[in-house]
Nanobody
Framework: QVQLVESGGDLVQPGGSLRLSCAASESVVSMYDMGWYRQAPGKQRELVAA???????NYADSVKGRFTISRDNAKNTVDLQMNSLKPEDTAVYYC??????????????WGQGTQVTVSS
């Protein structure tokens, strides 16, 4: 069972920066599609950024140019660097690992989330 633990959430002023980190219990970050999602109160969970095993990335339009996803295969971590934060970035941020294989079928793992609050 893969475990994901997020860290780095905090209260930050608009225009500030935060770096979130997701630590995996196993060597999954190089073999799974890794993503950061967020869920604001009263809203659905949405994809913020993702990185594939090949290293390709994609971002939500709302964060392009401000957020950067990266991974460290040796440390089994996936980070999300968030710059120029806005109040609308306030949400609980979740780390996700997913893949599909013939052997195991669909695998989908979530962390517990870390709170990011952008406010003056």
């Amino acid at each position: 069972q893969v475990q994901l633990v997020e860290s780095g959430g905090d209260l930050v002023q608009p225009g500030g920066s935060l770096r979130l980190s997701c630590a995996a219990s196993e060597s999954v970050v190089s073999m799974y599609d890794m993503g950061w999602y967020r869920q604001a109160p009263g809203k659905q969970r949405e994809l913020v950024a993702a990185i594939s095993p090949s290293g390709s990335t994609n971002y939500a339009d709302s964060v392009k140019g401000r957020f950067t996803i990266s991974r460290d295969n040796a440390k089994n971590t996936v980070d999300l660097q968030m710059n120029s934060l806005k109040p609308e970035d306030t949400a609980v941020y979740y780390c996700n690992a997913k893949r599909w294989t013939f052997r195991f079928g669909a695998e989908d793992y979530w962390g517990q989330g870390t709170q990011v609050t952008v406010s003056s």
